[in-house]
């Protein structure tokens, strides 16, 4: 079965914690659905023609479209292919890849024909033609252990239902195809943990969150905890932001002033988020403190 048709609707109730109340809805998501920043409209039906149909394969070719921005560094690019870095629309990278070469999106690109982005960008792409197939698919923000020994590392990823085993199956898109783990299409719960995993992990006291941050900078700690789990919960509403992103109490959180309420807060997300019923993800998601400003959706 699809994962549209196990949603559950939980009964009415508000979130505790800061902020105003929650409004006493019971909306469900449709994650085989494109969100706004995972729609393809504007894309030549030419160049996602021969996109697969098996969720790994559909995922397959995407590494071979994106380059980081330290490794673009080296490429001498302009100014404006350096910004796509900061675009968050998929149909507006896929464009800008088209520009670059017309090929289909399964095709490879030699690294100077890429977009430049982030992990956030290969994990978007690939949820973004899954939808296109009609695989419910999801954007997870959190933090990968398989980088750097002892160190969760600020990472986005895309996870797909599958039916077969009726469950969540995370992949990494990013490096499916290289040497870096031995099953990149299927991680385990050892390997990524969400942001509101990470949350629940730290505040059960079984992480060290001095561990867990942005490799290459000073941004390690709680905050980048309490970052990347409001970040996931927008990405779980079908709202995939940038990773530098901040709305909301975000600035404050990342600083240690957002105070022990919001801590609680962030309790009740990583609850809802675990309980993965999407009538309470959507709820959650209307607090003030949450919720994506309609100005950053673009």
């Keep these: 079965m699809r994962y549209s048709a196990r949603r559950v609707c939980a009964g009415q109730r508000t979130a505790r914690g800061c902020g105003p109340r929650i409004a006493a809805v019971t909306p469900t998501i449709d994650y085989a659905a494109s969100g706004p920043l995972t729609r393809l409209d504007g894309i030549p039906p030419a160049a996602l023609a021969p996109v697969a149909t098996g969720p790994v394969e559909i995922c397959l070719p995407v590494h071979g479209l994106v ?6 560094a080296g490429l001498d690019l302009p100014a404006d292919r350096m910004a796509t870095n900061q675009v968050r629309p998929a149909n507006a990278l896929f464009g800008a890849l088209l520009a670059l070469d017309p090929a289909p999106v399964t095709i490879a690109r030699e690294p100077r024909n ?5 992990c956030r960008h290969f994990a978007v792409l690939s949820c973004a033609l899954l939808r296109h197939r009609g695989v419910a698919s999801r954007v997870r923000c959190g933090f990968a252990t398989y980088f750097q020994p002892g160190q969760g ?17 995370r992949v990494d898109s990013e490096i499916l195809g290289q040497s870096v783990l031995a099953h990149p299409e299927e991680l385990d719960s050892a390997q990524f943990l969400t942001g509101g995993e990470a949350w629940g992990a730290y505040r059960r006291g079984e992480i060290d969150a001095s561990r867990f941050g942005v490799f290459g900078t000073e941004n390690w700690g709680a905050g980048e905890i309490r970052g990347n789990a409001v970040k996931d919960l927008a990405a779980l509403n079908r709202v995939e932001m940038l990773p530098w992103d901040e709305w909301g109490r975000m600035t404050d959180a990342y600083a240690g002033r957002a105070g022990p309420a919001y801590d609680v807060l962030l309790d009740e997300l990583a609850a809802v988020c675990a309980a993965d019923d999407s009538s309470a993800i959507a709820r959650l998601f209307s607090h003030d403190d949450l919720r994506v400003p309609s100005a950053l959706v673009r």
């Design 153 to 169: 590392l600020d990472h986005w990823i895309t996870e797909y239902w599958d039916d077969a085993t009726d469950r969540w199956v």
């Design 67 to 72: 380059i980081q921005p330290t490794d673009a």
């Design 114 to 118: 890429r977009v430049v982005g982030t």
